[in-house]
């Protein structure tokens, strides 16, 4: 758990430096604007030596140099070495190293930090306000990181105070209209204005954690990030389809208008080939099951003794999920039975994994730690060095997607949204695979052809294995 002085210590302290660049959000005409932080590369240390260009009239005299005692012949393969284009400054006559470009990145997030009113328990840090935290405190080392390896940003940090009114009035400054990528905000509120901006002025937009489809239309600048559920239901079903052997899908639910909207989407799945990943799979029998506690006999006449018996449950009702791998469970022995969830499932305390394992349990997980990978032991280590407790699933995503984005501006530029597939998708707790993205799109019926907007499709399949540990399957 976070220590409790950490995110007062970043609201008295270290916001109020990071919004004093931004005149409008102290609400003085006073205040000098600082400068935005400027995240460049280490350069080189220069040597003593002036270099003289060739076209340059003016005469160095050389340093005298000592002849060795010992003179030794040349090797007999000498290795090249590559060396980095260089500029000339013709004003001093030495060759500087090519500086990279900087990219303008504008990060907008509900910090609140003007609404925070410390208690004496220094506990009072609004939710809203801890998720921007920490969200952020991931992407701090993802700069670091970026900086490194010599990728240039300039960073502008914003302060939404989740609200679309603010949010709106940030836009108004003139840098934002020359700003390369703006990454947040957060909720769907404040979205809408900063989509809609960022369409007019052709500036792409990156939404970290909402997976609506709702907040903007024919829009190719906005990216969510996060995928949606319905991407996550046919991530199951191309993971299925693509196996081998004779299956079906029992798609379950309860009689809820969510879960059986969920639950035919896979008949969708099955008859249309609506995603350009499902097109090369063959189809999969679907039937589905609305469950209202039935008897084990009812269940059994779903399921077959000849096939592959894929239980896709589309709901998030904690009783229903108890009562149905109870049920199923006593079934194992007698048919091959796959289950299949939804990715709240690992929050649910009336889960028994037990059963879980038994039934060979498959969720789909946009988020995934995987605690042998030396990348995520890094990060973690790096992170409680820096913060003094251990990162959450927040600060994660947010170095996650910050080091995509960077390597994707080195990759690509400023246009990177043009060419997202060449940009390497490789994350640590996912991948980032865009594609376009149309409103209704996984309907059956749909028959759009404009995308709305880019959504990352890739969605981690996590087994949950006899021996209790959970491992990606479709990697």
Known sequence: ????????????????????????????????????????????SSNNSTVTPSNSGTTVPPKPVSPPVNKLPPPENPVKVHKEPATIDTTAGRLLPKMPPVYSVAVMLPFGARNYQPNAAMDSVPENSNLALEFYEGMLLAF??????????????????????????????????????????????????????????KIPIIAPLSPSGSVTRQNPYYLVANPSIEAQCAAIYHYIASGYGKKRI???????????????LFFGFSGNAVLPETGATPPVMVNKLIYTFQNSAALESYLSDTEDNMVVVTSFDPLLIH???????????????????????????TIDFGYMANLNLHLPL????????????????????????????????????????GHALQKNGKNFV????????????????????????????????????????????????SDYIFEVVNK
């Open 323 to 349: 009562d149905l791998t109870s049920k199923l469970n006593q079934l194992r022995n007698k048919y091959r039975i796959t289950l299949f969830g939804m990715p709240n499932w690992l929050n649910l305390e």
């Open 418 to 465: 043009q060419n997202l597939h060449e940009a390497n998708p490789a994350g640590i707790y996912t991948n980032f695979v865009f594609e376009p993205t149309m409103a209704g799109q996984y309907s059956a019926t749909s028959k759009l052809t404009v995308p709305d907007y880019l959504e990352n499709r890739y969605v981690n399949i996590v087994h949950y294995r």
């Open 144 to 201: 670091d990181k970026l900086k490194l390896e010599g990728i240039s940003l300039n960073v502008k940090v914003l302060d939404t105070e989740n609200s679309p009114e603010v949010a709106a009035r940030l836009l108004q400054s003139p840098e934002m209209q020359a700003t390369d990528v703006i990454v947040g905000p957060i909720y769907n509120k404040e979205l809408k204005p900063v989509a809609a901006f960022a369409q007019q002025y």
């Open 1 to 44: 758990m976070r220590a409790k002085s950490l995110l007062p210590f970043l609201f008295m302290v270290v916001l109020p430096l990071f919004f004093a660049q931004t005149a409008c959000l102290s609400g003085s005409k006073n205040v000098q604007k600082k400068q935005p932080i400027i995240l460049k590369p280490d350069l080189p």
């Open 366 to 405: 946009p988020f995934f730690q995987n605690k042998l990978n030396p990348a995520n032991t890094e990060f973690k280590r790096n992170y409680f060095y820096a913060f003094q407790t251990q990162p959450s699933e927040y600060a994660c995503r947010g170095y996650d997607l910050m080091l995509w984005l």
């Open 250 to 264: 029992i798609a379950v639910c309860a009689n809820k208008p969510n879960e059986t909207a969920l639950a035919d």
